[in-house]
């Protein structure tokens, strides 16, 4: 990329703490330490729950100082993942993400000691001592969600033995993946030459359909060479879950994702519902993309192939990292000049990463620091629309943060489902300016292009992942599964969700290995929040056209509410509608056809 960029390429992380060779780091990493474990300690031996003074101000003193450590574990976590993101090898950046790792059991044993002790009281006792203090009602949601997530703890003292071996369990494995997806480099040609590139740099998006089949087959082989290993974390880290939910006694795997979603069953069940009624008509697109590429049938690697050139020259255009960045902010003012405003202040002061270098992790993030109430976002600009389209999602995402950050620090915590709604708006609100703003019918339809090849993303690709997932699980129960049956059950899961619509060579049976989302250990199901928060976001976007009054405030109250409320409840209350019905999934779903038929229209033309 150009040097001369307007707009930073690398973060600047040293004014959020010391850098992690220092001294003064270690002396604020030990600090950290001590006190959590003097709370860990101080968290065994909890006052009563109850209305009398003095324990009532113990509660809110220990609750005080769990919020201040939780702020610092956050933002001391959220910096080392940024380092070790940015430099995939480095041995130090490894070593303090697993001294981290290995704190998390002292947290562990706080919350489970205090979630117990909320849950022993009546609802009554409860509802009382919530009453007779102002810090305790500001906080009353967080104190609520604590006392049910309480039913899915194993009792305290078998809570407290696996907590500490998750360390080198569950979150260990979930690390070796991590540590071997940093350190693969898949070989490919370029210019004439083999050379060697992190995963985050191969494009599958280049014009040439050899291009894009040679770095497919060339990453498939890659990833193929830790195939084993990878299996082996997957299901150790779904084995450990599935061992805790036996003996909780839970319904199924599904419990928990949707626990920590805020989300009901049958919500998930209505989108599922809606999803594969209407999907076919993702169908008519890819049939009209396949053609327009001279293809009878789309391949894996197709999926993000640009329009060809002989269409015009707005397909093959580049996408400067600058140009992007402007249209962003342009885009977001437009909306509402605080969310431009935002996205302009993280720009100019270096609060994203973006640089295509070797070296780094694949993928994107972003990440928060509540002490500074800051955000950083970690990803590779790539020059094309899909990578703008990955910094308005990540944007998204620190905006959200921004809105809640003078929150009580207990109600700035949102489920992923609602958190992807805000990325995946921002977005939306970027595509439709760019259709709107459309100069020829042949930029239009570069753009429809771009818009339904996110369709069939959270469409067919997520919902591949979650069937995949639900498989699974369920024929882990009854032991560990190969690597040759785990391809086997994603390549089902992948003919059933895009409706078998790719050509019969074009699947990519691997995808299990290289999706990182199936190793995040903390965080169960890392994949229907994302369909859940796409068509949430169309939906709204689709109402804000017809709404009265300021859509952008009534948005950012949705986000507040995301917070402190439960997502069915914070949806309805903020813009009307029940998530437990298809009705609304279908008009967001409705948004999606009819930007397949103005596609087909367009692509009639060509």
Known sequence: MDSTNTFPLTWELDSLLPHPETVEFRKIFDQFETEL????????????????????????????????????????????????????????????????????????????????????????????????????????????????????RLPKEQEVLAAELAVDSIHAWGRLYDRLSGELRI?????????????????????????????????????GTIAETCADALNHISGTRLTVYRQLGLEDHLVVPLNMNRLKRESLSAMWSAVTNRKPMLLKYLEAKAKLLGLKKLAWYDLQAPLPSGLGQFSQAELSYDDACHLVIDTFTAFSPEKGAFARKA????????ENRDGKRQG?????????????????????????????????????????????????????NLAETASTFAEAVLGDKRLENADTDLEQLTILDNMLSDSVSFLMNIHARFLFEDQFHQERVNGELSAERLSELMLGAQQEAYLDAL????????????????????????????????LLSLGLSSISKDAEGDFPE?????????????????????????????????????????????????????
Not at 376 to 381: D, K
């Open 347 to 354: 720009l100019d002061d270096r609060w994203i990463e973006v």
């Open 187 to 223: 070989s490919v040609m370029e210019k004439g030459a083999i050379v060697e590139k992190s995963p985050g740099q191969v494009q599958f998006d280049s014009a040439s359909r050899a291009v894009r089949e040679n770095n497919f087959y060339a990453a498939d082989k890659a990833w």
């Open 554 to 606: 009534q948005y950012r109250k949705l986000l507040i509410a995301t917070g402190c409320q439960e997502t069915e409840q914070a949806v309805e209350d903020s813009i009307g509608y029940d998530l437990t019905e298809e009705t609304f999934w279908n008009r967001s779903l409705d948004v999606v056809e009819q930007r397949v038929e103005r596609f087909l229209e367009l692509a009639k033309a060509y």
């Open 37 to 152: 474990k003097s709370l860990a300690d101080e968290s065994e031996s909890l006052p009563a729950v109850d209305t009398e003074a003095a324990n009532v101000t113990g509660w809110c003193e220990f609750l005080k100082q769990y919020e201040s450590i939780s702020s610092r574990a956050t933002d001391l976590n959220a910096f080392i993942g940024c380092h070790a993101a940015a430099d995939a090898q480095n041995k130090l950046f490894q070593s303090l993400e697993a001294q981290l790792s290995a704190l998390d059991p002292l947290r562990e044993r706080i919350d489970t000691n205090f979630q117990f002790a909320l849950q022993e009281v009546s609802s009554d006792g409860f509802s009382e001592f919530i009453a007779v203090d102002a810090y305790l009602q500001s906080i009353q949601f967080f104190l609520e969600q604590s006392r049910k997530q309480a039913e899915l």
């Open 364 to 416: 994107g993030f972003c990440t928060g620091f509540p002490t500074t109430q800051q955000s950083r976002i970690f990803m590779t600009y790539t020059n094309s629309p899909d990578s703008m389209s990955t910094l308005a999602h990540e944007l998204g995402h620190a905006y959200h943060s921004h809105v809640l950050r003078d929150q009580p620090l207990f109600l700035q915590d949102y489920p992923m």
């Open 503 to 534: 050509d019969s060579e074009g699947w990519n049976s691997n995808f299990w290995i290289s999706k990182l989302h199936f190793y995040i250990s903390g965080w169960p199901f890392y994949n229907f929040p994302y369909t859940f928060g796409y």
